[in-house]
């Protein structure tokens, strides 16, 4: 606690906290990150962002927690009724918070402490209506908030989406982190109740403004609820992100002024597992036409940073009415990367275990990553994903689809194997059957039994004629093992060979066949 210093400042008290380099690097200069309800979430979570320090994962950083008179009256953007009768109203005097904050506190702070003090290097960050107030601030004061940390915040607000529907796009240079729990509001009778799906909106609206992936991460905390632990366990996150050395390359000047595609009806979250302790990206597509009775059907595709834009507008073209098959959910499972294959990652994630001396050399003799992961991911779409994505959407528990392509492909047969119960369709793309010695051809032969408690899903093999012969091969035995199931068991088995179509560019028209074969089998 020796990095603390109480203050006031024209009757305002303050927290502020300094780094270890401040007092031991005295030509050193630090950004700024101005923190509502007096700075709790520091105290939270010292020693992580100290040990994050130590680690070179965080830039150093002042930070100054800012005490409310009254939160409701001043992190609010106008005046509202209360929620409950025994409640006083909401004051909203939020512009003359941001204000004195700007215009006040933090000349203060630049003249008598070694800020950077730009907009880029100047945040604004809170939780729940402290998260609210910090938007605004990026809204209003642009010229001083650059960074905005928004941590649980309250858009259930009345006429806040409404606000931001109408808003003008923000500064090039803004940079948000956006995090909610899955949990947040469910128990509430109010509008608090919409704390999850208001937030969702808000992403997606923030994204058709203008603002790109690279300026905004969004979180949603699996089973986070809305209280100051799951807040806290944020707060670095949110630092990171905001002051992180990824921003100055994302947000450099571009030369000419450049408006961002976004496809409609899609969104982007960040999950952690629980089981496996990794990070994804996840792309989500929800169709314009309003759910079925039972609910959206879903397709959950893996590789997403690469697949998630082909799926998407394919889905978009194919799925029109009157003559287009009834639209679904896309879920596909990326990770936080901008190039669209994550190499060490999908081989972990997509492979059962395997002794590393019977692999092949790799084309280029590097040593194979980290593998053997399958089972904890399984686990996490399963128990952590699919109820995710059920609690935020309609979805028809019986019209879910599961497609990856190479080791993705193999993770797939993997799944109908291991469970086949879990989906209704699989789509494996030139599918990885070599990995482990073909050991998923000895596994396949004893499906009979699972596919006999289970009842029989439909499975498309598709793969291209000019791939490498064994690819070829392999998914013709794997036809061939499963084609007796379709008698004995309703498993119902598909393949398809693409003409003149490699390993990669068999994707685009395998496709377009995914989703005609889907729209098939929904119809039996």
């Not at 025994?86 to 070694?114: H, I, Q, W």
Request: proline fraction near 7%; charged fraction near 20%.
């Amino acid at each position: 606690m020796n990095h603390y210093k109480s203050i006031t400042v024209n009757g305002r008290n303050m927290v502020v906290y300094v780094p270890p380099s401040y007092k031991t690097d005295p030509d050193r200069c630090f950004p700024v990150a101005y923190v509502q309800d007096g700075g709790e979430l520091i105290d939270h979570c010292t020693n992580q962002m100290e040990h994050l320090y130590v680690q070179g994962e965080l830039e150093e950083a002042i930070l100054v927690g800012i005490e409310p008179y009254n939160r409701n009256d001043e992190y609010t953007p106008w005046p509202a009724e209360p929620l409950l009768s025994s409640y006083p109203a909401f004051g909203g005097n939020g512009r003359s918070y941001v204000d004195e904050v700007a215009d006040v506190l933090k000349p203060f702070m630049d003249e008598n402490y070694r800020t950077k003090p730009d907009p880029q290097h100047t945040a604004m960050i809170g939780g729940s209506f402290g998260g609210l107030i910090s938007l605004f601030a990026g809204c209003w004061r642009p010229d001083t908030f650059g960074r905005l940390g928004l941590l649980s915040a309250s858009f259930w607000y009345e006429g806040v989406l409404d606000f931001f529907r109408e808003h003008a796009a923000f500064a090039d240079q803004v940079r948000i982190f956006m995090s909610v729990g899955s949990c947040e509001g469910i128990y509430k009778q109010t509008v608090q109740k919409d704390m999850v799906s208001n937030t969702l909106k808000a992403h997606s609206l923030l994204l058709e403004k203008g603002l790109s992936t690279g300026q905004m991460q969004f979180v949603v905390e699996e089973g986070g609820t809305h209280d100051a632990v799951f807040m806290a366990m944020q707060f670095p996150s949110a630092l990171k992100w905001l002051f992180g050395d990824r921003a100055a390359d994302a947000l450099a000047e571009p030369a000419e002024k450049a408006t961002n595609y976004i496809i409609p009806g899609t969104t982007q979250w960040t999950m952690h597992g629980r089981n496996t302790g990794r990070e994804y990206r996840l792309f989500i597509s929800v169709p314009a036409t309003p759910p079925p009775e039972k609910g959206y059907p879903v397709l959950y595709a893996l590789d997403g940073n690469a697949s998630f834009g082909s799926l998407t507008e394919a889905m978009r073209l194919q799925g029109r009415p009157p003559h287009g098959f009834q639209p679904s959910v896309i879920v596909s499972i990326g990770y936080d990367s901008d190039e669209p294959i994550v190499t060490n990652r999908r081989f972990y994630d997509y492979t059962e275990p395997a002794d590393h001396a019977v692999l092949p050399t790799r084309p280029d003799g590097s040593p194979w990553p980290e593998t053997g992961g399958a089972d904890a991911f399984l686990d996490f779409i399963e128990n952590e994903l699919k109820p995710a994505i059920e609690r935020h959407y309609p979805i028809d528990r019986e019209r879910q689809s599961l497609f990856g392509h190479s080791l993705g492909g193999l993770f797939t047969l993997h799944v109908l194997v291991a469970k086949p119960c879990a989906f209704h369709n699989y789509i494996a793309g030139s599918p990885s059957i070599w990995w482990n010695n073909h050991r998923l051809l000895e596994r396949a032969a004893r499906l009979g039994t699972e596919l006999e408690r289970g009842g029989g899903p439909a499975l498309l093999i598709g793969v291209g004629s000019e791939e490498k012969p064994m690819m070829v091969e392999d998914a013709e035995r794997m036809y061939q093992l499963l084609l007796p199931y379709q008698a004995t068991t309703g498993l119902r088995v598909t393949k398809r060979v693409f003409q003149g179509e490699g390993h990669v560019s068999v994707i685009p028209p395998l496709i377009s066949c995914m989703l005609r074969f889907i729209s098939e089998q929904e119809g039996l």
